[in-house]
T-cell receptor, first 110, second 115 residues
Framework: RKEVEQDPGPFNVPEGATVAFNCTYSNSASQSFFWYRQDCRKEPKLLMSVYSSGNEDGRFTAQLNRASQYISLLIRDSKLSDSATYLCVVRGNGGFKTIFGAGTRLFVKA | DTAVSQTPKYLVTQMGNDKSIKCEQNLGHDTMYWYKQDSKKFLKIMFSYNNKELIINETVPNRFSPKSPDKAHLNLHINSLELGDSAVYFC??????????????FGPGTRLTVT
């Protein structure tokens, strides 16, 4: 089993749609969780950290369920500019070891 | 100002050669990393350094030797390059994990092609 698993994608959605990404992790001792975004041929950039209480940043909402070892990202009112690969990221081992999921590709179409 | 910079951006070389990639960050971070992103786009950590000391070596072949001359630099030297080394290599930096926030900032990547 992979340490971090994501929906395989790709997701093709129209502008304005709501899309949800799921991620599971295998190590129950994992300490912190993030969603990153990576555009084609670019470096990954932090989208948002994920907190146990859930957190929201504009159109983006992240949830963490430690009991189920599950992380989610919800994007509301999708924009063309949201087209990218979304990476689920888990940190453990004192925080120095960072594990990326394989990513889920999102295409938002007009 | 570029926060995390890498040189070169592109590197094309032949099997068996030795090459280096340089990384510098001007964010004042103590922790730096090297990642490899292969052709399937899977991003995998190679090394973590904190305050110039190696913390994590993720079973990377010893042909890869990172060096941190100071906290702002983490260079990667690769000996005897193999075809399988072809990938994009990303450098990143962050505050130490016990200091919030510790999001990682990535450099633009070095695209290495071994022929």
């Amino acid at each position: 089993r992979k340490e971090v698993e994501q929906d395989p994608g790709p997701f093709n959605v129209p502008e304005g749609a709501t899309v949800a990404f799921n991620c599971t992790y295998s190590n129950s001792a994992s300490q912190s969780f993030f969603w990153y975004r990576q555009d084609c041929r670019k470096e990954p950039k932090l989208l948002m950290s994920v907190y146990s209480s859930g957190n929201e940043d504009g159109r983006f909402t992240a949830q963490l369920n430690r009991a189920s070892q599950y992380i989610s990202l919800l994007i509301r009112d999708s924009k063309l500019s949201d087209s990218a690969t979304y990476l689920c990221v888990v940190r453990g081992n004192g925080g120095f070891k960072t594990i990326f999921g394989a990513g889920t590709r999102l295409f938002v179409k007009a | 100002d570029t926060a995390v910079s890498q040189t070169p951006k592109y590197l094309v070389t032949q099997m068996g050669n030795d090459k280096s990639i340089k990384c510098e960050q001007n964010l004042g971070h103590d922790t730096m990393y090297w990642y490899k992103q292969d052709s399937k786009k899977f991003l995998k950590i190679m090394f973590s350094y904190n305050n110039k000391e190696l913390i994590i070596n993720e079973t990377v072949p010893n042909r890869f030797s990172p060096k941190s001359p100071d906290k702002a630099h983490l260079n990667l030297h690769i000996n005897s390059l193999e075809l399988g080394d072809s990938a994009v290599y990303f450098c990143a930096s962050s505050q130490p994990p016990w200091t919030a926030p510790y999001e990682q900032y990535f450099g633009p990547g070095t695209r290495l092609t071994v022929t």
